[in-house]
């Protein structure tokens, strides 16, 4: 079982910059990604940023790709999203994940985090 606990959301203003992280603990051996769902209100949980555990290798949705950075720093057992750009669809509160597959579908991830809420106003 691997913890996670997001940071970073608040409220912020149309064309700011925001940095989610996410400190991770437990059992990480045999992960195989770590990634950053979010969710809207009345929305399904959508995936936004997926990276692998070994290469570190991106992978990104369309609606983020260019205005986003997903990175893991191994020393401080920290998972962070970089977003820039920000819009007022990129409202949502903000999942942290990690499983063994890599890939953009929740079900590919089997530890989550609690979520950190991210508004963004005009």
């Known amino acids: 079982q691997v913890h996670l606990v997001e940071s970073g959301g608040g409220l912020v203003q149309t064309g700011d910059s925001l940095r989610l992280s996410c400190a991770y603990s437990?059992?990480?051996?045999?992960?195989?990604?770590m990634a950053w769902f979010r969710q809207a209100p009345g929305k399904e949980r959508e995936f936004v940023a997926a990276?692998?555990?070994?290469?570190?290798?991106?992978l990104y949705w369309d609606s983020v790709r260019g205005r986003s950075t997903i990175s893991r720093d191994s020393a401080k057992n920290t998972l962070y999203l970089e977003m820039n750009s920000l819009k007022s669809e990129d409202t949502a509160v903000y999942y942290c994940?990690?499983?063994?597959?890599?890939?953009?579908?929740?079900?590919?991830?089997?530890?989550w985090g609690q979520g950190t809420q991210v508004t963004v106003s005009h």
């Open positions: 437990g059992h990480t051996s045999g992960l195989g990604a």
């Open positions: 990276i692998t555990w070994n290469t570190g290798n991106p």
């Open positions: 994940a990690a499983g063994q597959y890599y890939g953009a579908l929740p079900s590919h991830y089997d530890n």
